[in-house]
């Protein structure tokens, strides 16, 4: 049995005014867990999100943190509850690093924004905690993107809340910063036991990285759990829109459904991958539906069972253009 | 490094600076008055000549408090603005602000003449000016806030700006155009903009507007800084941004709108002092920025005064022109020369 | 018929042309009369800091004296119209003077008008108003097509009057303003005289007036410098201090007054604009203060601005503005009137400044502030 969800709702209406955007929203959020919210453009994730952090509340339907009605917190004591990282620009580049993230203590502190030893010894930690400690004397416009996110996460931080809504922090990313940021907020998630949200459209990363996954579609408004299960019950495909992709449940790739079979590869396993993605984008073939790897040695040399034919080439490009010449459709 | 320390000595260089332009202006114009005997004036009583004691104590005196009040009033206006739209290139002149206080200055001498108030001339006439211009200047920032709020393309805003400026300047030519070749030579005299013009009164009427208009953003000094990261941060640190906007267009109206009507518009003390104020510091911190740029904004108007006044000669240029003269090309070498990003 | 050209000649040293007789001027500088049988020969002529052109008018007593003249491009006027139209206030009391104040049928904004005379005739409403903006209806003055307009070359006048030849209308320009000398801007009338076919009348007016003026003259260069009063003259406009410049036609006056003027040394022909500082150091002890805009009285100047009170003749009440005389609709006579009385405004300096040498005089312009 899992504790108590920080934050929760059930049948959620959301809109701006009188536009509905989407409605019958159930969800809860644990702490020490990282979810992931995931869905196409324009179904609502971020009216969602606004309604979360309180600046657009729901028109039906109430969101529980942590046992009481988010209506009823006020502007000062929800910033202590949950802090945000947005896609935002940041413009003031002249800052330094440790002074954005002291503005995560500004709901701790008076009107002057006096920081107090605790506020400092916040601040430390945060910087330790999210390994920016070596810039905290840069200015902003001299970060590279992924050292500003880990700022951005930083300076939320600070904030000390229990629950922290993440925005797309990777889109712009590189591959290998992507994969930091990600595996930054599981440790806090699991070292500090927060709640963390993470909007994202990287499936590979969400699959990877995610306690739980909330995917909006535009059929069914809000569906949970955690990708392993709706991975294997196929709700995972909701995030694709019509029959024209499909989700690969052995890998988690997103491929495109094709109405033909694509020969079978039998061999090691690397190979087996590769030689398969290989193949794919030789299409369209018509191949046997059995090709089997007889040996292979490195440097590359394989020997394959084509149907009823064995041939050996001394590289993948050799072995592709075999394919192409003597395997084209209609001849 | 150690900032305090450094943002510290820096404060010190600049009221010693502002100290001697100080000296200097309350020392020169058609007459000059040794600095020398300046100095001693406190301690040995009035000077010998009359007419130096007149021109000290009337008219630099009061001329050179206002300067500092303007100064203060327009820099800190500026950084407000620019702030609050993210901004670099707000500020009250650009903007139309301006533009708009004197629309209500002129809507008040015309219903003023109508109804046979002396508004335009007079020592006593300080509030109705001051009130007339305030609502002018909230009414043009109310107008910018209601179609350029979340514009944050600089080029953007300030076309609307100027836009509203336009409209606020026909408005005055329409009011020009009905009013008598008196009020009419009053007007163009008062668009050039003047700093001598403030007796003690209204120096003393001014600063309890400056005083007024600055206690907003005294108080609300910290959600200043959250809003460095735009609204939806400072919302989720929880910033009352509404408030927040109150605060900017009631303060910015009330220090922009006194001060115009008093020494008419002056330009790009707004636009230009907050930049300078930010090399200078290389902070964003607004608990630092606040008093960096009321403290070089002093020192701008009272050296632009200083120069209007050229020295020796028995006439004046008018205060825009000289701010214009200078602050213009700080803001064209900004525009060209700087990537904003890097010095906001 | 008129033939309307104005030639548009920039030589400015232009000799008399052929048959032409000057009659010499005494004091004006801005324009020359030629004399030919019954014809007479305006020419309106630049000043040396006024990079103007040079007009000319050929005035007939009527249409058949231009016969057997060639036009040589000049505008023709026949003085014999019934219908004219003037635009500054300063050329009414030219018509007033040389009774031709019938011929007036419109002029722009007639509440600026106080002449008596002429405010009879627009009571009666038989003078058309051309309107209170800055620059006068130009379609209804085509609309009226009068036998010529006077304009002033003051401001955009130059325009208005390019605008009103296309429009067919005979344009005569008056560079009356331009006059430093007050003689030679009440020799003005002479102008006025000849266009309206009255040149002997305005002879005879003229010579009036400047015996008048230089037997004042003569009276006040007795008076040794010693006892000539120190003067000030102008008011703010916020911290700008206007005051009428050395070379200018109130600066003559008070000298001519038997006064010193404070800014003689400023040259000058208009207005200056003086900064409060120099004002103060020159002024501050100046005996007297004449021309102070038109303040009613000493409380409201006081009100308007309290560094009127710096002032030595402020204090000792010696403030006096030229509001005496005012017309029917609140109008200052000294502005429409003075110019070409100047005689009368000298008497009233005189008066002034040395009280004991014009006993018997009556203000007509000036008047002394009080409380």
New interface residues.
């Given amino acids: 049995m899992r504790q108590r969800p920080i934050l929760s709702a059930q049948h959620l209406t959301l809109g701006y005014g009188s536009h509905l955007v989407t409605e019958n929203l159930s969800f809860e959020l644990f702490e020490g867990e990282i979810t992931c919210l995931m869905g196409p453009n324009g179904v609502g994730k971020s009216t969602l999100i606004k309604a979360l952090i309180g600046s657009n509340p729901p028109i039906k339907g109430d969101i529980i943190l942590n046992g009481k009605n988010l209506n009823h917190f006020s502007r000062g004591s929800l910033s202590r509850q949950l802090s945000v990282v947005l896609t935002d620009r940041i413009i003031s580049g002249n800052m330094r690093v440790k002074d954005l993230v002291a503005l995560g203590r500004l709901p701790f502190t008076g009107w002057w924004g006096h920081l107090r030893t605790n506020d400092r010894m916040v601040i430390e930690n945060v910087l330790q905690a999210t390994h920016i400690e070596y810039i905290k004397e840069s200015k902003i416009s001299e970060l590279s993107d992924g050292q500003l996110q880990k700022v951005m996460i930083a300076r939320a931080l600070a904030q000390d809340g229990k629950i922290m809504i993440l925005d797309e922090p990777t889109a712009h990313l590189d591959l290998i910063n992507r994969f930091e940021i990600m595996y930054l907020l599981r440790k806090l998630a699991k070292e500090s036991n927060k709640a963390i949200l993470v909007v994202t459209h990287d499936l590979e990363i969400a699959l990877e990285t995610a306690d739980q996954l909330w995917i909006m579609s535009c059929e069914t408004p809000l569906t949970c759990g955690s990708p392993e299960e709706l991975m294997i019950s196929g709700e995972i495909n909701q995030l694709i829109p019509g029959k024209k992709w499909g989700i690969n449940s052995n890998t988690g790739k997103i491929e495109l459904n094709l109405p033909f079979q694509y020969p079978e590869v039998i061999g090691p396993d690397i190979l087996k991958i590769w030689i398969q993605s290989a193949i794919k984008k030789l299409h369209p073939l018509s191949l046997p539906p059995h090709l089997i790897i007889k040996a292979a040695q490195k440097p590359f040399s394989i020997e394959v069972q084509i149907g009823s034919i064995n041939q050996a080439f001394s590289s993948l490009s050799e072995f592709t253009a075999y394919l192409k010449n003597n395997f084209k459709k209609n001849s | 490094m150690n900032n305090p320390a450094k943002h510290t000595f820096y404060f010190l260089i600049g009221i010693g600076t502002c100290l001697i332009i100080w000296l200097f202006n309350l020392g020169t114009g058609s007459v000059i008055i040794p600095v020398s005997d300046l100095v001693k004036r406190p301690f040995e009583g009035p000077f010998p000549r009359e007419a130096w004691e007149i021109i000290l104590m009337e008219y630099r005196l009061p001329k050179s408090i206002t300067a500092m009040l303007a100064g203060i009033g327009l820099s800190i206006s500026g950084l407000q603005m620019q702030t609050f739209f993210r901004n670099p290139l707000a500020g009250p002149y650009v903007l139309g602000i301006s533009s708009g206080a004197g629309l209500g200055v002129g809507i008040l001498s015309m219903a003023g003449t109508a109804l046979g108030w002396q508004t335009m001339v007079g020592y006593g006439a300080g509030w109705p000016i001051i009130l007339a211009a305030s609502i002018g200047s909230i009414l043009v920032l109310l107008l910018i806030g209601l179609t350029a709020w979340r514009v944050r393309d600089s080029m953007t805003l300030l076309i609307l700006g100027l836009m509203f400026g336009s409209i606020a300047s026909a408005g005055l030519h329409i009011l020009a155009y009905f009013s008598e070749a008196e009020q009419l030579k009053m007007f163009m005299i008062w668009s050039m903009g003047s700093l001598g013009d403030t007796g003690w009164d209204q120096v003393k009427v001014l600063a309890v507007a400056i005083l007024v208009g600055l206690i907003p953003v005294i108080l609300w000094i910290k959600p200043f800084n959250a809003m460095l990261l735009g609204e939806n941060y400072a919302q989720s640190l929880g910033v009352n941004t509404t408030h927040l906007k109150w605060v900017m267009i009631i303060s910015t109206g009330i220090l922009t709108g006194s001060i115009t009507a008093f020494c008419g518009p002056i330009a790009f003390i707004g636009i230009a002092i907050p930049h300078i104020a930010r090399m200078a510091f290389k902070t964003s911190d607004h608990k630092i920025l606040f008093p960096a740029v009321a403290l070089i904004g002093t020192i701008g108007v009272l050296f632009c005064d200083s120069l209007s006044q050229l020295p020796g000669s028995y006439q004046t240029l008018p205060i825009n022109a000289v701010t214009t003269l200078i602050g213009a090309p700080v803001v064209i070498w900004l525009i060209i020369k700087r990537d904003f990003s890097k010095e906001f | 018929m008129i033939i309307s050209m104005v030639s548009c000649n920039s030589n400015k040293t232009q000799k008399i042309p052929e048959g032409f007789r000057e009659i010499p001027l005494e004091f004006g500088q801005g324009f020359k009369i030629y004399e030919k049988e019954k014809l007479f020969l305006l020419e309106i002529r630049p000043f040396p800091a006024n990079d103007q052109k040079v007009f000319h008018y050929l005035v007939g007593a009527s249409q058949g004296d231009f016969k057997g003249e060639s036009s040589r491009g000049y505008t023709q006027i026949t003085a014999d119209g019934d219908a004219i139209v003037l635009s500054e206030t300063t050329q009414i009391p030219h018509l007033v003077l040389l009774d031709a104040a019938d011929k007036l049928v419109a002029f722009p904004n007639l509440d600026l008008i106080s002449s008596e005379v002429v405010r009879e005739k627009i009571n009666q409403g038989s003078i058309e108003d051309l309107g209170s903006?800055?620059s006068l209806n130009f379609e209804k003055a085509v609309d009226l097509s009068p036998d010529w307009v006077m304009v002033s070359s003051f401001g955009d006048g130059l325009k208005k009057a390019d605008q009103l030849e296309k429009g067919g209308i005979p344009v005569v320009i008056n560079n009356e303003f331009l006059e430093s000398h007050p003689l030679g801007r009440a020799e003005w009338i002479k102008f006025t005289g000849v266009l309206l076919g009255k040149y002997a009348m305005a002879d005879s007016v003229f010579k009036i007036i400047r015996d008048n003026y230089l037997l004042t003259k003569k009276v006040s260069q007795a008076i040794s410098k010693e006892k000539r009063p120190t003067v000030l003259s102008g008011n703010f406009?916020?911290?700008?201090w206007y005051a009428p410049g050395g070379n200018s036609w109130m600066s003559q006056l008070i000298l001519d007054a038997g006064g010193l003027y404070v800014f003689q040394n400023?040259p000058g022909r208009g207005s200056l604009?003086?900064?409060?500082?120099?004002v103060?150091?020159r002024a501050?002890d100046a005996d007297l203060w004449i021309g102070a805009s038109d303040y009613k009285d000493l409380t409201s100047m006081d009100?308007?601005?309290?560094?009127y009170r710096?002032f030595k003749a402020f204090k000792d009440k010696q403030v006096y503005t030229y509001t005496l005389g005012r017309g029917e609709k609140g109008g200052i006579l000294y502005f429409e009137e003075g110019y070409l009385r100047p005689d009368w405004v000298v008497m009233d300096l005189l008066k002034i400044m040395h009280p004991s040498l014009a006993k018997d005089h009556q203000f007509h312009y000036f008047t002394p502030l009080y409380e």
């Fill in positions: 903006g800055p406009y916020r911290d700008i400023l604009e003086l900064n409060y500082e120099y103060l150091d501050k009100h308007s601005d309290r560094r710096d």
